[in-house]
């Protein structure tokens, strides 16, 4: 009777350990489909533009900090956050040709913040910019267009969206690429999806 119930025993933590198994892959394989996009489309980006593997790491290290607050519905609080990590990489690359990072405001509201606020914002942001909201470069290419004063004007109108965001409410956050490097950042509705943002 004894060596039933070990048996028994053995073979629940057999099975319970089998489960858990399998729920840590699941786990890993979610990680890895959702982290999947990311690397195909910088991996697309080099291939199609021939990159060299420095190049890539220099595009990975620019971006990696700002991947983890892409989604279809970001909270408020990380939404500030974001933008807190945008307006650092501005300052920290002030007079970089191409290393600007604007931010737009698509279809979502936000309390006392107006539209002429998004229109200060975007203005002040494709000022500093060498790139579309899109990506494609609408600048001469080699010029600094995020001389200290751009980037200061940006930063101010930043960091007005900031104290508007609700730190609760979902976000939707998406990226456009110039070049491998993410140079604008589109904040709207949750759930909502853009085709042309990544």
Not at 76 to 88: A, C, P, R
Request: hydrophobic share 40%; charged share 25%; glycine share 6%.
């Amino acid at each position: 009777m004894k060596k039933e119930i070990t048996d028994l025993k053995i073979a629940i933590g057999i099975k319970i350990f089998i489960l858990m198994l399998e729920i840590l892959i699941a786990i890993v394989l979610i990680i890895l489909f959702v982290n999947a996009r990311d690397i195909f489309d910088i991996n697309e980006y080099h291939i199609n533009h021939g990159c060299t593997q420095m190049e890539l790491n220099e595009h990975d290290k620019y971006n990696v900090s700002l991947r983890q607050f892409r989604g279809k519905n970001v909270r408020g609080s990380n939404v500030k956050l974001l933008i807190d990590e945008i307006i650092s990489k501005n300052s920290n690359n002030i007079n970089t040709i191409d290393r600007f990072i604007g931010i737009e405001i698509i279809d979502v509201e936000i309390p006392e913040y107006t539209s002429l606020d998004i229109d200060n914002l975007n203005n002040a942001c494709m000022q500093a910019s060498s790139f579309s909201h899109i990506g494609d470069r609408i600048k001469d290419e080699g010029k600094i267009y995020n001389n200290s004063e751009n980037v200061r004007k940006a930063t101010e109108e930043m960091e007005k969206l900031k104290n508007k965001i609700e730190p609760k409410k979902g976000y939707s956050v998406y990226f456009s690429y110039g070049e491998g490097y993410i140079v604008w950042v589109q904040i709207s509705a949750p759930d909502l999806n853009f085709p042309w943002l990544r």
